[in-house]
């Protein structure tokens, strides 16, 4: 879809299109604020703006539920049908059960759930990135986690926008 048949869109679509790319209430309200957008570059930086300015730590966690554990084949189906963490589908059953024993502890240390931006990464360097992580402190994990939910946002604009426009 162009930027211009997407700024022709109804308001509900736009904003249920919007939640799609990230699952903030507030973000996309941020965001319907600014619609239609001049460019996608325009779009991009609203929503660079939105994210990191204008929303906080309570946006950042609701947006988070919105996305399946990494290794967590019954949470990617129902989701996002393993597109985006495409290498965790053939992942051995090893690095399955790795990532899954680390998502808890990940998990119940920091109270929400690992964000990574997973295109181009394989199960297993989410599972050295998670463990990694696990090293932070909560507050860190916090702004890398938000950060990371960023650009998978961005990825998400050029799935629906043809990336062209961007």
């Known amino acids: 879809m162009t930027l211009s048949s997407f700024n022709n869109l109804d308001k509900e679509t736009v904003a249920k299109k919007l939640f ?4 903030s209430r507030k973000w996309v309200s941020l965001m319907m604020e600014t619609f239609p957008y001049e460019s996608g570059k325009t779009m991009v930086e609203k929503a660079t703006v939105a994210w990191y300015d204008k929303c906080d730590k309570e946006d950042w966690l609701e947006s988070f539920t919105h996305h399946p554990k990494i290794g967590d084949r ?3 189906s129902e989701k996002f049908a393993g597109k985006e ?6 992942a051995s059953g090893e690095i399955i059960e790795a990532l899954a ?10 109270g929400f759930i690992f964000i990574v931006c997973a295109t181009g990464k394989s199960a297993s360097e989410m599972l050295q990135l ?4 696990l090293r932070n402190d ?3 994990e916090l702004n890398i986690a938000m950060a ?4 998978i946002t961005l990825l998400r604009f050029k799935k629906i926008i043809d990336s062209a426009n961007f």
Do not use: I, M, P, T
Not at 20 to 23: K, N, T
Not at 101 to 110: C, P, R, T, W
């Open 74 to 76: 019954k949470s990617l």
């Open 138 to 140: 909560k507050e860190a």
């Open 20 to 23: 799609s790319c990230c699952g």
């Open 148 to 151: 990371e939910q960023h650009k």
């Open 101 to 110: 024993k680390a998502n808890k502890e990940y998990e119940k240390k920091f």
């Open 85 to 90: 963490q495409e290498s965790v589908a053939s």
């Open 130 to 133: 998670l463990n990694d992580r």
